[in-house]
């Protein structure tokens, strides 16, 4: 079971982007009264659309809007979603960021011809084999490739790195990506010899399954034109699969749909403005702690069942009075977790 804490963190998230993209919903399509060249084109889909489309204004509104989630969902919810489960983080190995690693001359030589031969068919993938050839020892001279892994976490005995995709990615991204996880595998190996090195990319679902968390592998690497080209099965994670590792739970896809599910609902927007009103937290306590228990808020509901305590124990304390009448949430949606730590720490 995945702790309560996480799922908690996971809803926040949820609420988060939810709110953004409510105060992002076209309701009407006047900021696109004049897209000239989207309606032209779209001219000669009118039968098609017709009865399916309300306005041509509307329908480009509403794909721009879709265009914002997506980004939204595949940017932000999936890589910090991923982050609570696995107690990992956005990673950057950078020029930039002083954090560069190192490989050898011999190693880039050797990444390249296995790139090259991946690419003219002289060779088939295997994750072992490369490994062989790409960790070598010997003195690390040059700087690697900058690089940044969306899901990084170390422990004692390994180095994981995930790279999450779409599920249909273009094509070429196989050949840059592959070359990426040799040289980032071998530099990473260089920095801490005695460790496993672990680098997948992750999907975080699967397209063409009859179900929202099964998957078919085989049948996914056929739906990309070039994947098997540079990959083998294993060097992937798909959907259910994806999610289940990040936690080390069976079933953790269901939980964050079910998470999202109970929060996703068309009332959304009115019970989060019910719960920014703090004067319900009097007047309505029932329903609000009721709220807060659907939206599995737990920490929050610790505070509102010790309100009236935290009241009286701040009366003559200033600051704690102005944090106390803050709002659970930012004006972006996002939880105040400095009011939170604030207030639990007097209960």
């Not at 040799?182 to 397209?207: Q, V, W």
């Amino acid at each position: 079971m995945i702790e309560e804490l996480k799922k908690e963190l996971i809803a926040i998230e949820v609420i988060r982007t939810l709110y953004s993209q409510f105060e992002k919903f076209p309701e009407d399509a006047s900021n696109n009264r004049n897209a000239p060249f989207h309606e032209a084109f779209l001219n000669a889909f009118a039968d098609k659309l017709d009865g399916k489309v309300k306005s041509i204004p509307i329908f480009i509104s509403l794909s721009s809007w879709m265009h914002g989630l997506n980004t939204s969902l595949g940017q932000s919810f999936l890589e910090k979603t991923a982050h609570i489960l696995c107690d990992g983080e956005k990673k950057e190995f950078t020029t930039k960021k002083e954090t560069m690693l190192q490989i050898s001359e011999n190693q880039r030589s050797i990444i390249n011809n296995i790139i090259t031969d991946l690419t003219n068919n002289h060779r088939i993938p295997n994750c072992n084999t490369e490994e062989s050839e790409c960790f070598i020892t010997g003195e690390a001279n040059i700087d690697a490739t900058d690089f940044t892994v969306d899901i990084f976490f170390e422990d004692e005995t390994q180095i994981v790195c995930i790279e999450l995709k779409t599920v249909k990615p273009n094509k070429s991204v196989f050949k840059v990506e592959k070359q990426k996880i040799l040289e980032a595998k071998s530099a990473l190996k260089h920095r801490s010899p005695n460790k496993t090195i672990k680098y997948f990319l992750g999907f975080p679902f699967d397209p063409l399954s009859d179900t929202s968390t099964g998957f078919d592998k085989q049948r996914f690497m056929d739906y990309s034109v070039g994947f098997r080209k540079y990959y083998t099965e294993n060097e992937f994670l798909l959907a259910s699969e994806l999610w289940d590792f990040l936690s080390g739970e069976n079933g953790t896809m269901e939980t964050i749909l079910s998470i999202i599910n109970a929060i996703a609902t068309v009332d959304f927007l009115e019970k989060y403005r019910f719960l920014i009103n703090k004067n319900n937290i009097a007047s309505q306590a029932d329903r609000y702690s009721e709220i807060l228990q659907s939206w599995f808020l737990l920490r929050e509901k610790r505070i509102i069942d010790n309100y009236s305590n935290i009241a009286h124990k701040i009366q003559r304390d200033r600051t704690k009075i102005k944090i106390f009448n803050q709002e659970m949430f930012s004006d972006d949606g996002c939880y105040n977790e400095k009011r939170f730590n604030t207030l639990i720490s007097l209960i």
